[in-house]
């Protein structure tokens, strides 16, 4: 089984050998071609078990929402990543993520605010998570 490892944003492919026993601890060497690292890593079946194995938004909370509401999303790789709210006309109120992130969990707080730093008015949200080609719209309600 081949596990993509990133260390200090330089990339390695290392063969990995797991073991059946939950919590047990996992050694591999790399196998890198250029020579550069020559080492042992180690990680747990744990951190392993907790990179996602597919793309996933999930529906904001609180939702309807007041002040403040929670956007949770998964990558499971390396991916160009944006993350922009949109009102009902389909305008573009603010953009909460654009960049590169690694495979993972993300946990992000709209405050109910757009670019210029004001409260946007109650009513119909749409926020829009892109990774990669996924693509994925969610509806979420402001009340005031």
Known sequence: MKLLIIITATLFLATVGFSKEANKKTHFRTTNETGFLNGQVT???NDI???????QVKQ????PFNAITV???TIPKRANTTLKIYNSLGELITILEN???EAGSYRIEWDGKNFSRNVVSS????????????????KMVLLK
């Open 43 to 45: 990680l747990s079946s």
């Open 49 to 55: 078990a907790s990179i996602p194995k597919y793309f």
């Open 60 to 63: 904001n909370y609180p939702n």
């Open 71 to 73: 956007i949770e999303y």
């Open 99 to 101: 960049g590169i992130k």
């Open 123 to 138: 009513g119909v949200y749409f926020y829009v998570v892109a990774a990669d080609n996924f693509y994925s719209v969610k």
